[in-house]
C-alpha cells in the first residue's frame, strides 16, 4: 500500500533524547510506519515532503494553556499550532468549563485570564451541550480539532459547581461533608472520563468578572487544606496529577505541596504535581536557587514528586494602562480594575486620597514577595498619545518631574486616556546564564506559554522554537548548553511522560504528529512582536509570534494541516486532524527516578 505522507532525508529526533539521524518517514493511516535510512518507495503517495537540510522532530507539546472558550469558537487553535504545538492541555490554574453554569464560568475566567467576558459567555452559550464530564469529552471530541486536547479539572470550576459562586468565594464558609463528597464524586467522574488530573489556584492576585461577585479571589483560594487532601487523595488512587501555584505572598505554603505529593505517613502512592512559578523573577533574584537542588532534595527526602512549570524564554509583558494582572497584588489596583467604565477609573486614578493608599501599598511591598518587580525605571512606554514619551520609562519621568514613580505613572496614564499608554517590561527570565541553568534542570518543566490567555499582555505560542533557537545558537558559538536533542525531548516526550499523555515521540509505531522544522529560520526574528485581529473576538487585536520561516510543516494525526504559512482548506472548520486524549493511566515513576537520577 502507498504511503499517505512521506517526509524525505530530514534530520529526525525521535523525542526520547537520543541523537538525531538523517532518516526518511512513511506515514500510513495516521501512524509512523517506517524510519528508514533509505529512500521510500514515493508511488502513489500524495504528499511527499522534502526535509534535506530542515528536522523532523515530535510534535511540541503545551501543557500550560487556556484555550478552555477559544477551542469551542475556533478548534483549530491556529497560533499554536503554527509554530509545531500538537497537542495542548486545557483546564489550568484551578479553571475549565466542565461543571460550573455558564454565567459562573464565564466570570470565573475573564478577568483572570484577560479575555473578554462578552466572548467567553457567548461561547459558552452557543456550544455547551454538557451536563456531565464524560459528555464534555465527548463534546470536544466531536470538534474539527485542529491539535490534540487534553484537559484538566479546574478546582474553582468544581467548588463553584457544588457550593455556588456566591458560598464557594465567601470565607465565612465551609464546605459540609456532603459538599465535601459531593467533590469528591464530581472529580472521580471527571477522571474516569479521562481528564488527566486536577488544577488548583493558591494565589489571591486572581479575581472574579462579571456584575455579582465581581473583584472576589477564584474559589480555590478559599479552600483548605483539609478539602485539597480529600481531593488529592482521589487523584493519588488513580495515579492522576495536581497542577497548581503556590501563594506568593506565603512561599513557605510551597511545602505543603510537596507533603501532599509524598509517599510518606504511609502511603502507597504519591501524587504528581506541577507548580506554576516565574522561576527566575526580578522581584526575587534569590528565589531561582530554590529550584533545582533544594527541590530535588525535598523530592528526595519526602518521597515526593513535584516539578516546577517554567517558561523558557524572558517573561516580557505589555500592558494597556492598569489593565495588568499584577496590579492585583495591590488592594488600589484591583480597586481601579474593579470600573470597567474609562472616566470612573480615570477619576479614581487622579483622586489625591487614592494614590496616597497606593503609595503606601507600593512602598509596604518592597518589603515582601511579589510577582512584579515594581521597578518603574524597567516599564518603558512603547505606545501613547503623547510622542514625546515613547521610548521613556515611567521611572525617567518620575526624575524629570521629580515625582514617586507611581504618583509619574497614574499622571501619564490621567493625562493621555489611562487605555491609550501601552508600555512593557520584563518580570522573570531576564539573566541569560540563569534561563540556561534553567533548561537543563531535571525539576523544572518547559511550559507555562498561557496560549489563549492574557491576549494583549503577553505572547509565548512559540517558546519552543524560541528554546531550539538559543540551542542552536549557543552551539553555533561554541558555548553549548544542552544538545538540541535534549531540548526536543524536554519539549515533547518528558512533558508527555508527567503529564500521562499518549504524545511525545516519533517513532515506528507512534501516532504521526510531528514537525518540519528549518533550522536557518532560527534567527532573532522568532523573539519579534507582532499582532494580530481575532474575528471571533470581534476583531480584537491580540499579541501573537510569527516566525513562519521556521516552520515548514506540522502535522496532527498524519495530516499535515500546515505547510509554508497555510493552513490546508477546511482546517479547524470541517477538517478534523486532532482527537481529545484521554488520560493514558500511566503510573507514577517509582520515587521519582527521573530526579533520583
Same mark, same amino acid.
Given at each position: 500500500?502507498?504511503?499517505?505522507?512521506?517526509?524525505?532525508?530530514?534530520?529526525?529526533? @525521535?523525542?526520547?533524547?537520543?541523537?538525531?539521524?538523517?532518516?526518511?518517514?512513511?506515514?500510513?493511516?495516521?501512524?509512523?510506519?517506517?524510519?528508514?535510512?533509505?529512500? +521510500? &518507495?514515493?508511488?502513489?503517495?500524495?504528499?511527499?515532503?522534502?526535509?534535506? #537540510?530542515?528536522?523532523?522532530?515530535?510534535?511540541?507539546?503545551?501543557?500550560?494553556?487556556?484555550?478552555?472558550?477559544?477551542?469551542?469558537?475556533?478548534?483549530?487553535?491556529?497560533?499554536?499550532?503554527?509554530?509545531?504545538?500538537?497537542?495542548?492541555?486545557?483546564?489550568?490554574?484551578?479553571?475549565?468549563?466542565?461543571?460550573?453554569?455558564?454565567? &459562573?464560568?464565564?466570570?470565573?475566567?475573564?478577568?483572570?485570564?484577560?479575555?473578554?467576558?462578552?466572548?467567553?459567555?457567548?461561547?459558552?452559550?452557543?456550544?455547551?451541550?454538557?451536563?456531565?464530564?464524560?459528555?464534555?469529552?465527548?463534546?470536544?471530541?466531536? +470538534?474539527?480539532?485542529?491539535?490534540?486536547?487534553?484537559?484538566?479539572?479546574?478546582?474553582?470550576?468544581?467548588?463553584?459547581?457544588?457550593?455556588?459562586?456566591?458560598?464557594?468565594?465567601?470565607?465565612?464558609?465551609?464546605?459540609?461533608?456532603?459538599?465535601?463528597?459531593?467533590?469528591?464524586?464530581?472529580?472521580?467522574?471527571?477522571?474516569?472520563?479521562?481528564?488527566?488530573?486536577?488544577?488548583?489556584?493558591?494565589?489571591?492576585?486572581?479575581?472574579?468578572?462579571?456584575?455579582?461577585?465581581?473583584?472576589?479571589?477564584?474559589?480555590?483560594?478559599?479552600?483548605?487544606?483539609?478539602?485539597?487532601?480529600?481531593?488529592?487523595?482521589?487523584?493519588?488512587?488513580?495515579?492522576?496529577?495536581?497542577?497548581?501555584?503556590?501563594?506568593?505572598?506565603?512561599?513557605?505554603?510551597?511545602?505543603?505541596?510537596?507533603?501532599?505529593?509524598?509517599?510518606?505517613?504511609?502511603?502507597?502512592?504519591?501524587?504528581?504535581?506541577?507548580?506554576?512559578?516565574?522561576?527566575?523573577?526580578?522581584?526575587?533574584?534569590?528565589?531561582?536557587?530554590?529550584?533545582?537542588?533544594?527541590?530535588?532534595?525535598?523530592?528526595?527526602?519526602?518521597?515526593?514528586?513535584?516539578?516546577?512549570?517554567?517558561?523558557?524564554?524572558?517573561?516580557?509583558?505589555?500592558?494597556?494602562?492598569?489593565?495588568?494582572?499584577?496590579?492585583?497584588?495591590?488592594?488600589?489596583?484591583?480597586?481601579?480594575?474593579?470600573?470597567?467604565?474609562?472616566?470612573?477609573?480615570?477619576?479614581?486614578?487622579? @483622586?489625591?486620597?487614592?494614590?496616597?493608599?497606593?503609595?503606601?501599598?507600593?512602598?509596604?511591598?518592597?518589603?515582601?514577595?511579589?510577582?512584579?518587580?515594581?521597578?518603574?525605571?524597567?516599564?518603558?512606554?512603547?505606545?501613547?498619545?503623547? &510622542?514625546?514619551?515613547?521610548?521613556?520609562?515611567?521611572?525617567?519621568?518620575?526624575?524629570?518631574?521629580?515625582?514617586?514613580?507611581?504618583?509619574?505613572?497614574?499622571?501619564?496614564?490621567?493625562?493621555?486616556?489611562?487605555?491609550?499608554?501601552?508600555?512593557?517590561?520584563?518580570?522573570?527570565?531576564?539573566?541569560?546564564?540563569?534561563?540556561?541553568?534553567?533548561?537543563?534542570?531535571?525539576?523544572?518543566?518547559?511550559?507555562?506559554?498561557?496560549?489563549?490567555?492574557?491576549?494583549?499582555?503577553?505572547?509565548?505560542?512559540?517558546?519552543?522554537?524560541?528554546?531550539?533557537?538559543?540551542?542552536?545558537?549557543?552551539?553555533?558559538? #561554541?558555548?553549548?548548553?544542552?544538545?538540541?536533542?535534549?531540548?526536543?525531548?524536554?519539549?515533547?516526550?518528558?512533558?508527555?511522560?508527567?503529564?500521562?499523555?499518549?504524545?511525545?515521540?516519533?517513532?515506528?509505531?507512534?501516532?504521526?504528529?510531528?514537525?518540519?522544522?528549518?533550522?536557518?529560520?532560527?534567527?532573532?526574528?522568532? &523573539?519579534?512582536?507582532?499582532?494580530?485581529?481575532?474575528?471571533?473576538?470581534?476583531?480584537?487585536?491580540?499579541?501573537?509570534?510569527?516566525?513562519?520561516?521556521?516552520?515548514?510543516?506540522?502535522?496532527?494525526?498524519?495530516?499535515?494541516?500546515?505547510?509554508?504559512?497555510?493552513?490546508?482548506?477546511?482546517?479547524?472548520?470541517?477538517?478534523?486532524?486532532?482527537?481529545?486524549?484521554?488520560?493514558?493511566?500511566?503510573?507514577?515513576?517509582?520515587?521519582?527516578?527521573?530526579?533520583?537520577?
Amino acid at each position: 500500500m502507498p504511503y499517505d505522507v512521506i517526509v524525505r532525508n530530514g534530520l529526525w529526533f @525521535d523525542g526520547s533524547g537520543a541523537p538525531p539521524l538523517v532518516r526518511t518517514l512513511g506515514i500510513r493511516d495516521g501512524i509512523v510506519e517506517s524510519v528508514s535510512a533509505t529512500a +521510500l &518507495d514515493e508511488t502513489g503517495c500524495p504528499d511527499v515532503i522534502d526535509a534535506d #537540510g530542515k528536522w523532523i522532530v515530535p510534535g511540541f507539546i503545551d501543557v500550560h494553556t487556556h484555550y478552555d472558550a477559544e477551542v469551542l469558537l475556533d478548534p483549530g487553535l491556529r497560533e499554536s499550532v503554527r509554530h509545531g504545538v500538537t497537542t495542548v492541555l486545557l483546564g489550568n490554574c484551578s479553571l475549565s468549563a466542565v461543571y460550573a453554569n455558564n454565567e &459562573d464560568a464565564a466570570d470565573l475566567f475573564s478577568r483572570v485570564e484577560a479575555v473578554p467576558r462578552e466572548y467567553v459567555l457567548g461561547a459558552l452559550n452557543e456550544k455547551k451541550t454538557w451536563t456531565t464530564a464524560a459528555e464534555y469529552v465527548e463534546t470536544l471530541d466531536a +470538534l474539527p480539532l485542529g491539535p490534540n486536547v487534553g484537559s484538566l479539572l479546574g478546582h474553582s470550576d468544581l467548588r463553584t459547581a457544588v457550593l455556588g459562586l456566591d458560598r464557594a468565594t465567601d470565607d465565612t464558609v465551609t464546605p459540609t461533608q456532603a459538599e465535601l463528597d459531593a467533590m469528591t464524586a464530581k472529580l472521580g467522574e471527571a477522571l474516569d472520563a479521562g481528564l488527566l488530573g486536577m488544577s488548583g489556584m493558591d494565589s489571591a492576585i486572581d479575581k472574579l468578572d462579571g456584575d455579582r461577585y465581581r473583584s472576589r479571589g477564584l474559589p480555590s483560594t478559599f479552600a483548605t487544606w483539609r478539602e485539597r487532601r480529600r481531593l488529592i487523595a482521589v487523584l493519588r488512587k488513580r495515579h492522576r496529577l495536581l497542577q497548581s501555584a503556590p501563594d506568593v505572598a506565603r512561599p513557605w505554603t510551597a511545602l505543603l505541596f510537596f507533603l501532599s505529593s509524598s509517599r510518606m505517613f504511609g502511603r502507597r502512592d504519591g501524587v504528581r504535581m506541577s507548580l506554576l512559578v516565574s522561576a527566575d523573577s526580578k522581584a526575587a533574584p534569590g528565589a531561582v536557587g530554590v529550584f533545582g537542588r533544594g527541590t530535588r532534595l525535598l523530592n528526595r527526602v519526602l518521597g515526593s514528586s513535584v516539578r516546577f512549570q517554567h517558561l523558557p524564554v524572558p517573561f516580557e509583558l505589555y500592558s494597556d494602562g492598569i489593565d495588568l494582572p499584577v496590579f492585583e497584588e495591590f488592594g488600589a489596583g484591583t480597586a481601579a480594575l474593579h470600573l470597567r467604565d474609562q472616566l470612573e477609573r480615570n477619576e479614581l486614578l487622579a @483622586d489625591t486620597g487614592y494614590r496616597r493608599e497606593f503609595r503606601r501599598e507600593f512602598d509596604r511591598k518592597k518589603l515582601g514577595p511579589t510577582l512584579w518587580h515594581r521597578d518603574f525605571h524597567d516599564a518603558v512606554i512603547v505606545e501613547c498619545p503623547d &510622542d514625546s514619551l515613547i521610548g521613556k520609562s515611567f521611572g525617567t519621568i518620575a526624575d524629570e518631574r521629580g515625582l514617586h514613580p507611581l504618583d509619574a505613572f497614574l499622571d501619564v496614564l490621567v493625562e493621555n486616556g489611562e487605555r491609550s499608554v501601552r508600555w512593557t517590561t520584563t518580570v522573570a527570565n531576564h539573566r541569560r546564564r540563569q534561563l540556561d541553568k534553567l533548561a537543563t534542570e531535571p525539576t523544572v518543566h518547559m511550559g507555562f506559554s498561557d496560549a489563549g490567555a492574557h491576549l494583549r499582555n503577553m505572547a509565548f505560542y512559540n517558546y519552543a522554537l524560541r528554546l531550539l533557537k538559543r540551542a542552536l545558537q549557543a552551539d553555533l558559538a #561554541g558555548r553549548p548548553f544542552m544538545t538540541l536533542e535534549h531540548a526536543v525531548h524536554r519539549l515533547t516526550a518528558e512533558v508527555a511522560d508527567w503529564f500521562g499523555l499518549d504524545a511525545g515521540t516519533l517513532r515506528r509505531g507512534d501516532r504521526a504528529d510531528f514537525v518540519v522544522i528549518d533550522p536557518a529560520g532560527l534567527d532573532d526574528t522568532v &523573539d519579534g512582536y507582532h499582532e494580530a485581529t481575532v474575528p471571533f473576538y470581534g476583531g480584537l487585536s491580540r499579541m501573537v509570534n510569527r516566525n513562519d520561516a521556521v516552520v515548514v510543516a506540522t502535522a496532527v494525526n498524519g495530516h499535515v494541516v500546515y505547510r509554508n504559512g497555510e493552513f490546508r482548506d477546511g482546517y479547524g472548520e470541517s477538517a478534523r486532524s486532532g482527537r481529545f486524549l484521554r488520560a493514558s493511566g500511566a503510573s507514577l515513576p517509582t520515587a521519582d527516578v527521573a530526579l533520583r537520577a
